[in-house]
């Protein structure tokens, strides 16, 4: 069992930037899938960066090149730096852990998610 606890929300204001944090537990933390998917009100669950077999990183379309997902296997922690914040990043954003270790960019290939934290971006 993996439980995970998400921090590092909060309100921002547009072209700002927030780290989110999110501590695993777990013994076999380092081969799994780490992501980060959000949830705005009355939208569908999406994804936003995924990490896996060490190095391998991927980003959705709207955030790439504004956000980075990075890893500490030591620490059993997973980040998101978010730059240049957009109203349209506000959401509630999930971690989220894979055990497979592949690719995996839908909610239904993770298995563990932490409780969420708001992240709110005004104009």
């Known amino acids: 069992q993996v439980q995970l606890v998400e921090s590092g929300g909060g309100l921002v204001q547009a072209g700002g930037s927030l780290r989110l944090s999110c501590a695993a537990s777990?013994?076999?933390?380092?081969?799994?899938?780490m992501g980060w998917f959000r949830q705005a009100p009355g939208k569908e669950r999406e994804f936003v960066a995924a990490?896996?077999?060490?190095?391998?990183?991927n980003y959705a379309d709207s955030v790439r090149g504004r956000f980075t997902i990075s890893r500490d296997n030591a620490k059993n922690t997973v980040s998101l730096q978010m730059n240049s914040l957009k109203p349209e990043d506000t959401a509630v954003y999930f971690c989220?852990?894979?055990?497979?270790?592949?690719?995996?960019?839908?909610?239904?290939?993770?298995?563990?998610w932490g409780q969420g934290t708001q992240v709110t971006v005004s104009s």
């Open positions: 990490i896996w077999s060490g190095i391998m990183r």
């Open positions: 989220a852990a894979d055990p497979s270790g592949r690719r995996s960019y839908t909610p239904d290939e993770y298995d563990y």
């Open positions: 777990g013994r076999t933390f380092s081969s799994y899938t």
